[in-house]
């Protein structure tokens, strides 16, 4: 009995491990990424970002919570525009690989728990809490893998330039939800 | 007489050609002037969410040249919104004469904050 209640606390341990941290850890470690395939990571990343932005502009009627997914949603689509313009730039078609299919994966986990919150302060909550998981680990991902691991000049240089918003993002949703408690 | 006409004429040229210069400053080229006698002109550049100098002093009558070389677009507002600028987008400029001094910040960047002491 012990046993399987030191199992049922793992399992509910790596639930939640697999849900605050989208971008699986292990999958960063271990592969190695060409140019087109971190392209894809970063449009996808941007792009799912402006998703969660939509649904939080449909849905919060919070002032605080709108100007921020209003922003999100212009930053991410400004940073987006930025990477297909280089790609075109370089020739590069962007590839999908293991951490792009775990954001999309993260993404859809996520998108289903947003939409099931009750609008109001519990979607309000459910939304920054999620911006601010999602900002530390795409910026992990950013410093460790895709900096790292790009291969071209120009590349590298944008995702250095994006790194600064990413993390004034992220401050930016902390701040909102020590207002959203 | 004709050289009169051609220095008059070369006069006006370059008159004409430095205020054209400075109302169409490329981002990251205007520099503060310091004149004995007219207004001055002071930068302040916004660059990887930072308004850079954040904190700035200048005279009354001095105008602040506010320019985004950022890769996303930003504001400058007034702390309690007295005033405030249009969206600024990448490369865009903005030009404010303080009559005194203010703390502002980027209301599309809550974290992105600034001060102007007027003296």
Redesign the interface.
Known sequence: MKKLTKFGTWLMGMFIVSVLFPINTEAQKTTKLTDPQIASVAVTANQIDINYAEIAMKKSTNKEVL?FAK?MK??HA??ID?AVKLAKKLGVTPETNAITKSLLAGEVKTTKSLKAAKAGHDFDKAYIDNEVTYHEAVIKTVETVLIPQSQNAELKGLLE??L??L???L??AK?AQKDIK | MLLIFAGLGMMIWNGCKSKNENENQKPGSAEQTKSATGPRYDTVTIA???FSPDTITVKKGDTLVFINN????HNVTEKDSAWQSQTLN?EDIWKFAPDKSYDYFC??????KGKITVE
């Open positions: 100007q922003t212009t930053d400004s940073v930025m330039k994006v600064p918003t993390k004034t993002h401050e930016h701040m | 990887n969410m930072k950022d890769i996303v677009p990448p209301s599309l960047h809550m974290v992105m």
